[in-house]
């Protein structure tokens, strides 16, 4: 292999690991603008959210065609494999993350003109400013290749749970104290349920990034509370 075809294929792994990089930059805001829209009841901000899942989608396959592109052209072996692997898995999960905050921002727009239920919003607000930590900290630790960055989200899922946990039975609280809460209540479980499932995708790339650098699967179970499904 000459150094000009060694240094195209090293180009190539560089550029699909920037493009998921920037692809996860999209997914944050997106999840950032969807919690936002919640907390203020911004109908404008989730038209947004829900108009801009497009975007992700395209870069989504985008990175797919490349990814499979490489590894048919290149047949990369061990680690070089397991980048375009990694690559490739991570960005569906950014995709789902996407998905989800969309779904958000068509609660959103359906809860505009809802009782504002300040302290139930303010619950929903700060679970999903803990869902944000966690992906932007595994999408930091999958750009510099950090491991301990990355199990250290991995180690914390139980967190996103416990807030899901208490929501769930906030809301029951509403819905039998003012049955006339019990239609805004029900959108409000799905925008905890479409959170709390953001966080277990944060943690499913903390598991990504682990096999991408040590080629091994996280041996220990993944550390879970029971949530209401």
């Given at each position: 292999?000459?150094?000009?075809?060694?240094?195209?294929?090293?180009?190539?792994?560089?550029?699909?690991?920037?493009?998921?990089?920037?692809?996860?930059?999209?997914?944050?805001?997106?999840?950032?603008?969807?919690?936002?829209?919640?907390?203020?009841?911004?109908?404008?901000?989730?038209?947004?959210?829900?108009?801009?899942?497009?975007?992700?989608?395209?870069?989504?396959?985008?990175i797919e065609r490349k990814a499979f592109r490489l590894i048919a052209l290149r047949q990369p072996m061990a680690v070089d494999l397991?980048?375009?692997?990694?690559?490739?898995?991570?960005?569906?999960?950014?995709?789902?993350?996407?998905?989800?905050?969309?779904?958000?921002?068509?609660?959103?727009?359906?809860?505009?003109?809802?009782?504002?239920?300040?302290?139930?919003t303010r619950s929903i607000e700060r679970m999903g400013k803990l869902v944000q930590g966690r992906l932007k900290d595994v999408l930091?630790?999958?750009?510099?290749?950090?491991?301990?960055?990355?199990?250290?989200?991995?180690?914390?899922?139980?967190?996103?749970?416990?807030?899901?946990?208490?929501?769930?039975?906030?809301?029951?609280?509403?819905?039998?104290?003012?049955?006339?809460?019990?239609?805004?209540?029900?959108?409000?479980?799905?925008?905890?349920?479409?959170?709390?499932?953001?966080?277990?995708?944060?943690?499913?790339?903390?598991?990504?990034?682990?096999?991408?650098?040590?080629?091994?699967?996280?041996?220990?179970?993944?550390?879970?509370?029971?949530?209401?499904?």
């Amino acid at each position: 292999m000459t150094e000009h075809t060694v240094k195209s294929y090293g180009d190539e792994l560089s550029h699909l690991t920037a493009e998921v990089a920037r692809m996860g930059g999209l997914a944050e805001a997106q999840v950032a603008d969807a919690v936002e829209c919640i907390a203020r009841r911004d109908a404008p901000l989730a038209q947004q959210v829900v108009s801009r899942d497009e975007r992700l989608d395209a870069l989504q396959g985008e990175i797919e065609r490349k990814a499979f592109r490489l590894i048919a052209l290149r047949q990369p072996m061990a680690v070089d494999l397991r980048h375009a692997v990694a690559a490739l898995k991570i960005s569906m999960s950014l995709e789902r993350c996407g998905d989800m905050a969309k779904n958000i921002g068509k609660r959103a727009l359906i809860l505009t003109d809802a009782e504002p239920m300040t302290a139930l919003t303010r619950s929903i607000e700060r679970m999903g400013k803990l869902v944000q930590g966690r992906l932007k900290d595994v999408l930091d630790a999958y750009s510099a290749s950090d491991l301990d960055r990355a199990i250290t989200v991995w180690a914390r899922d139980e967190d996103v749970d416990e807030h899901y946990n208490a929501i769930f039975r906030e809301l029951l609280t509403y819905m039998m104290g003012d049955p006339r809460t019990i239609n805004a209540c029900a959108h409000l479980l799905f925008v905890a349920k479409n959170l709390e499932r953001i966080g277990d995708h944060a943690t499913n790339i903390a598991e990504i990034i682990h096999f991408e650098i040590t080629g091994e699967e996280i041996v220990s179970k993944r550390p879970k509370l029971d949530t209401p499904r």
